[in-house]
Nanobody, 121 residues
Framework: QVQLVESGGGLVQPGGSLRLSCAASGRLYSIKDMAWYRQAPGKQRELVATITSGGSTNYADSVKGRFTISRDNAKNTVYLQMNSLNPEDTAVYYC???????????????WGQGTQVTVSS
């Protein structure tokens, strides 16, 4: 099996920072693109940032200059450093990865369980 496990969410004041982590585990052969999505209450899930296996990144306009996505391929982990947080960043954040792996080897998207980020004073 393949799993993505997120950590690092919580409650932070406006202007504060948080760092999310997402580790892939299980029978892994290759991890391609990795990404972070978020879903606020009553809204659709939206893409926050992506990173390729080679390290190229893209960001939603709403987080450019404040969030940084990175990955450690040796640890099969992707990170999201979030700075200058504001209440509009409040959401459940989900990790996503395109992985070749599994007991029966396939290439597919996997999702983490989500981690809550709340920005409030």
């Amino acid at each position: 099996q393949v799993q993505l496990v997120e950590s690092g969410g919580g409650l932070v004041q406006p202007g504060g920072s948080l760092r999310l982590s997402c580790a892939a585990s299980g029978r892994l052969y290759s991890i391609k693109d990795m990404a972070w999505y978020r879903q606020a209450p009553g809204k659709q899930r939206e893409l926050v940032a992506t990173i390729t296996s080679g390290g190229s990144t893209n960001y939603a306009d709403s987080v450019k200059g404040r969030f940084t996505i990175s990955r450690d391929n040796a640890k099969n982990t992707v990170y999201l450093q979030m700075n200058s947080l504001n209440p509009e960043d409040t959401a459940v954040y989900y990790c996503n990865a395109e992985i070749i792996g599994g007991v029966v080897v396939t290439r597919r998207d996997y999702w983490g369980q989500g981690t809550q980020v709340t920005v409030s004073s």
